[in-house]
T-cell receptor, first 118, second 113 residues
Framework: GAVVSQHPSRVICKSGTSVKIECRSLDFQATTMFWYRQFPKQSLMLMATSNEGSKATYEQGVEKDKFLINHASLTLSTLTVTSAHPEDSSFYIC??????????????FGNGTRLTVT | SQKIEQNSEALNIQEGKTATLTCNYTNYSPAYLQWYRQDPGRGPVFLLLIRENEKEKRKERLKVTFDTTLKQSLFHITASQPADSATYLCALVSNQAGTALIFGKGTTLSVSS
């Protein structure tokens, strides 16, 4: 149980284009989804917290107009990287917390999306 | 803000030995602390959660301790196997609301046969 599916797993795009990444909780409902970014040999850096039906909360230093997050249902959140640049190339990972979990509940992660901007 | 330090970037041990990984945090003591495993190119997988009122937690060959005085958690893998080779991440909540997690850089464990 508690499977999170992230799509696509890899994407290559040209500089200036936009890329959408989907994150779905397959067998549970997720009130909250989190988006992380990870550079090689670095920790996961929290980008934003997404709550179903409301605006995402972005971490300091993360441009909300560049990284658009939509959490339209209890099973789907999307991250759109707009006007991508080579420095946006990274490993993006989503995670979800179960509705019934409460504070401290383990997160269930997708398998990440490797974005390469050329 | 809360900071997490996992002192060793890499740990190499022989099969059958016990691996001990360290996680230190710098600010307020969290109500709980979590450990995850991450394989290359994959998302982290939850392993164990330990609460502040628990000194120790076990799951099969895994053991986690939590010392709020030292602000430290230790993660042990006993009778290690090559399949245990991965990066292990320590995580705790970034805010008092107890929602988002922040992660340490991780310790990459290599178990040789």
């Amino acid at each position: 149980g508690a499977v999170v599916s992230q799509h696509p797993s890899r994407v290559i795009c040209k500089s200036g284009t936009s890329v959408k990444i989907e994150c779905r909780s397959l067998d549970f409902q997720a009130t909250t989804m989190f988006w992380y970014r990870q550079f090689p040999k670095q920790s996961l850096m929290l980008m934003a917290t997404s709550n179903e039906g409301s605006k995402a909360t972005y971490e300091q230093g993360v441009e909300k107009d560049k990284f658009l997050i939509n959490h339209a249902s209890l099973t789907l959140s999307t991250l759109t990287v707009t006007s991508a640049h080579p420095e946006d190339s990274s490993f993006y990972i989503c995670s979800a917390a179960m509705v019934a979990g409460g504070p401290g509940s383990p997160l269930h992660f997708g398998n990440g999306t490797r974005l390469t901007v050329t | 803000s809360q900071k997490i330090e996992q002192n060793s970037e890499a740990l190499n041990i022989q099969e059958g030995k016990t691996a001990t990984l360290t996680c230190n945090y710098t600010n307020y003591s969290p109500a709980y602390l979590q450990w995850y495993r991450q394989d290359p190119g994959r998302g982290p997988v939850f392993l164990l959660l330990i609460r502040e009122n628990e000194k120790e937690k076990r799951k099969e060959r895994l053991k986690v301790t939590f010392d709020t005085t030292l602000k430290q958690s230790l993660f042990h893998i006993t009778a290690s196997q090559p399949a245990d080779s991965a990066t292990y991440l320590c995580a705790l909540v970034s805010n008092q609301a107890g929602t988002a997690l922040i992660f340490g850089k991780g310790t990459t464990l290599s178990v040789s046969s």
